[in-house]
């Protein structure tokens, strides 16, 4: 079991099935079953699915300031090591269109996050026991960033929304991470060229490209490693959204208890796989002893 510090977005997600991207006008579409609302996020998703593992969390974000009781109707989401602020003027929302090519389209209004610091001591105080520290790359994360590096732990950053013309807004944030997750939506250039290029940049451990439905590609420094994988399947494709969030959370969570890169990101594209089999991006995570069956089933015993 590990111990992870999060922080990031928490959301209103509703998610509409359309017949296409981009989607033909209609001034009326009445189709059962295609629009679902939930709670969602990059750091909601990641801690939905860290504590599926088993894992410790302690999840920092921040909503709207009269949104608290009305939003969060989970009880056991606000426990004793949730610290969501209700600190903006309101809640960030998105809308995310998917068709059945596996194209999306989303919509963000993250509200005045932009604008507004996260409690910082609050956040010193609780990450002193962590393994690792989780961030997105949002604003209110850069002071986050370096009061973790400054405490010595482990920083993974999901580079959410990343685009190669942001990269100086980025610049931060890659000079303080260990391991990276970054998806392959908006790069220029082959996969391999764009991984060692910030292999090459940075001194990360760790770079995770995420590439849908061509799998990943992954970097190691210390395996000296520069691989690709192809996706597994363990279960039929409802939903992709989410899916990035949910494999960088099992990757660190075999990571951070195992120290092996190949046999963490196996681990995820296994975990990957199966959420995506599930409508919504903070359901259908497998719990550890799930994923190690179907590790056993996708990849034989041992590593």
Known sequence: ??????????????????????????????????????????????????????DEVEFFSMVGKHDIKSIFWDEEFMGEHDYVLPVLKATPTAVILYDNKRQQQIFEDIKDMRNVEFNLELFRERIQNVDCVILANANFCRPLAQAAKDAGKLLAINFRGFTEEKMQYNEDYFQMADIIYVSDDNIVGSADEFVRKLADTYDAKIIVLGQGAHGLTIFSREDDLLAHYKPVKTNEIVNTSGAGNSLFSCFLHCYV???????????????????IGYMGTSNGFLTEEELEHWYRLIWGPGK
């Open 1 to 54: 079991m590990g111990r992870f510090a999060i922080a990031g977005i928490v959301q209103v997600e509703t998610i509409v099935k359309v017949d296409e991207i981009p989607v033909v006008y209609h001034p009326v579409v009445n189709k059962p079953n295609t629009i679902f609302t939930n709670l969602g996020g990059d750091a909601y998703n990641e801690r939905v699915a860290l504590k599926a593992l088993g």
């Open 257 to 275: 208890s195992t120290g092996d890169a190949v046999h963490a990101i196996k681990n995820a594209l296994l975990f990957a796989s199966y959420k």
